[in-house]
């Protein structure tokens, strides 16, 4: 008998959550993703845009010197306007 009656309390699959239980576990899941989406976005703010901007301002100066040494050779090189017909 005791056997039986451990059996019979025992059910496979579990019975499902209680009255609310689903909806209340989606609830909790959504306000993590949406913290988790928050702290995503802080870092986004104030580590990487700063630093993507540090590096766009240096890669632009050193694109700007680049091109003004460039300019500054084809002006040598140059030595002044030639004839096209000579």
């Known amino acids: ?9 025992s059910t496979y699959p579990p ?3 209680g009255p609310g ?5 989606l609830e909790e899941a959504i306000e993590l993703i949406e ?3 928050r702290h995503a976005v802080a870092y986004v703010n104030d580590a990487v845009i700063p630093q993507v901007r540090r590096e766009s301002i240096s890669a632009m100066r050193t694109l700007a010197d680049t091109l003004r040494n460039l300019a500054d050779r084809m002006d040598r090189g140059a030595g002044g306007p030639k004839d096209p017909q000579s």
């Open 1 to 9: 008998m005791l056997a039986r009656r451990f059996f019979a309390m």
């Open 15 to 17: 019975p499902p959550p």
């Open 21 to 25: 239980g689903v909806g209340r576990r």
């Open 35 to 37: 913290m988790e989406l």
